[in-house]
């Protein structure tokens, strides 16, 4: 599986802080990582933070991430910005800071990912709704074979966790689960 890489998205404390229910996605997300790891894939861990200059970056039209540069949220070098410390990134793993939704679009990741001749993704993290479907239809352009964890995904909103999980994802990816996430 060297062709593989689990993107964890968001996992964040300020992002999992807004998910009913984040230890047990917690939970199911550290043993999708130990199995891609036993298995010999990449791991990729994407958080969303910023500094000054990404701020004020973010035009006042960006209705998602406007009021996020108006607040100054998710700086940098804050701990609610970090890597959750149950999925802190290991050595030899793929970190990337983003600034917008999609893990691929203001990052180096797909160019760190084609290096190392990977070309299928599993998909976890936060939020169905946000990173999770930006990432997988901008995965999908890119040509990447793709999967998401269905049990390994989550969003603030219930029904658009449901409505993105079973309407939209499937046209574009292979569900699988935290406890099969290299399903054929």
Same mark, same amino acid.
């Given at each position: 599986m060297k062709n593989t890489a689990l993107l964890l998205l968001d996992c964040q404390p300020a992002v999992l802080s807004a998910?009913?229910?984040? /230890?047990? !996605?917690?939970d199911r997300l550290e043993r999708a990582v130990a199995e891609v790891r036993a298995k010999g894939g990449a791991v990729a861990h994407v958080r969303a933070a910023f500094t000054e200059d990404d701020w004020a970056a973010v035009p006042a039209a960006n209705t998602t991430f406007a009021a996020v540069a108006r607040h100054r949220a998710l700086?940098?070098?804050d701990p609610g910005a970090a890597f959750?410390?149950?999925?802190?990134p290991q050595? /030899?793993? !793929?970190v990337a800071r983003k600034t917008r939704l999609?893990?691929?679009s203001t990052t180096d990741l797909d160019r760190w990912l084609r290096a190392r001749g990977i070309d299928t993704l599993i998909v976890g993290g936060l939020s169905t709704?946000?990173?999770v479907l930006s990432t997988v239809l901008d995965a999908a352009d890119r040509d990447y074979r793709l999967h998401v964890l269905s049990d390994g995904i989550a969003d603030p909103d219930p029904e658009v966790h449901a409505f993105v999980l079973d309407r939209l994802l499937p046209s574009r990816a292979q569900l699988v689960t935290c406890a099969t996430p290299f399903a054929p």
């Open positions: 998910v009913p229910e984040a /230890g047990p !996605l917690l700086h940098h070098q959750h410390p149950r999925l802190a050595p /030899g793993d !793929l999609g893990a691929l709704g946000g990173a």
